[in-house]
């Protein structure tokens, strides 16, 4: 359950910055079947990954983070 809270919001910033998946996977240096793991909720990301994700959307880990955990 953590963990899609976690992807559903990766996957929305993601989208809302304007990245496809194949995109913004290669930005981070992950497979594209990692990130989709990642957003479906299947895969929690490692705190170096969510980092990444963070610098790269120019956003927070705090902006990341579902609000109810």
């Given amino acids: 359950m953590e963990a899609e809270k976690w992807g559903r919001?990766?996957?929305?910033y993601r989208k809302l910055?304007?990245?496809?998946?194949?995109?913004f996977s290669k930005e981070l240096g992950v497979s594209v079947?990692?990130?989709g793991e990642i957003e479906r909720?299947?895969?929690l990301p490692a705190e170096e990954l969510l980092e990444k994700i963070a610098h790269s959307l120019k956003?927070?880990?705090d902006d990341l983070t579902p609000k109810d955990l």
């Avoid at 910055?17 to 194949?22: F, L, M, N």
């Fill in 9 to 12: 919001r990766i996957r929305a």
């Fill in 17 to 23: 910055k304007g990245y496809t998946q194949e995109g």
């Fill in 33 to 35: 079947s990692i990130l």
């Fill in 41 to 43: 909720g299947n895969r």
């Fill in 59 to 61: 956003i927070s880990i």
